[in-house]
T-cell receptor, first 113, second 113 residues
Framework: GENVEQHPSTLSVQEGDSAVIKCTYS??????FPWYKQELGKRPQLIID?????GEKKDQRIAVTLNKTAKHFSLHITETQPEDSAVYFC????????????FGKGTLLTVNP | NAGVTQTPKFRVLKTGQSMTLLCAQDMNHEYMYWYRQDPGMGLRLIHY???????AKGEVPDGYNVSRLKKQNFLLGLESAAPSQTSVYFC????????????FGEGSRLTVL
């Protein structure tokens, strides 16, 4: 089955800096890559996603890039703010898998004021 | 709309006891999932359903059973709870084909003593 590796497991940045979280996947047939944000004690929520026919997608301060050849994708957060502090999960799935997501183990991002 | 609702939110069990977690969604979604979240392990799929009356095994199904008698409800059962099942359980749903976003419930924290 699919295996998703996520790095780093923890990341601490100063407010205003950029943060990058990287994920690799094993199944070359995977074609959907979402990122979820989970604040402490809350439910995971989708923040951005990308499909394999697109190399990059942006939404205000967040962006995701995908390298299908290398089988890795990354989340980029610019101008970080304290409210960006949370656990971020990457995930992967493929068409025909009934939208079963395989999640990475998560990255705890701390933005220091 | 309430979205995805889980009950109970907290439960303490003794080893060997049984219990059922209820997930209800009011978004008319076809697909529903049960995940467990453990520290440093991300979200792992237990069982899922692609429609009323259907269920299938996920990544970590042992020790759990599920039922989807009504489209809006997805039940997760533990017949004989074990300490290894201490976890936070999340239910999620998605509309279906060509829509990827999972909508999560608030989570249910289960402790097995």
């Amino acid at each position: 089955g699919e295996n998703v590796e996520q790095h780093p497991s923890t990341l601490s940045v100063q407010e205003g800096d950029s943060a990058v979280i990287k994920c690799t996947y094993s199944d070359s047939a995977s074609n959907y890559f979402p990122w979820y944000k989970q604040e402490l004690g809350k439910r995971p929520q989708l923040i951005i996603d990308i499909r394999s026919n697109v190399g990059e997608k942006k939404d205000q301060r967040i962006a995701v890039t995908l390298n299908k050849t290398a089988k890795h994708f990354s989340l980029h957060i610019t101008e970080t703010q304290p409210e960006d502090s949370a656990v971020y999960f990457c995930a992967a799935s493929k068409e025909g898998s009934n939208y079963k997501l395989t999640f990475g183990k998560g990255t705890l991002l701390t933005v220091n004021p | 709309n309430a979205g995805v609702t889980q009950t109970p939110k907290f439960r303490v069990l003794k080893t060997g006891q049984s219990m059922t977690l209820l997930c209800a969604q009011d978004m008319n979604h076809e697909y529903m999932y049960w995940y467990r979240q453990d520290p440093g392990m991300g979200l792992r799929l237990i069982h899922y359903s692609v429609g009323e009356g259907t269920t299938a095994k996920g990544e970590v199904p042992d020790g759990y059973n599920v039922s989807r008698l009504k489209k809006q409800n997805f039940l997760l059962g533990l017949e004989s709870a074990a300490p290894s099942q201490t976890s936070v359980y999340f239910c999620a749903s998605t509309k279906g084909p060509n829509t990827g976003e999972l909508f999560f419930g608030e989570g249910s924290r289960l402790t097995v003593l």
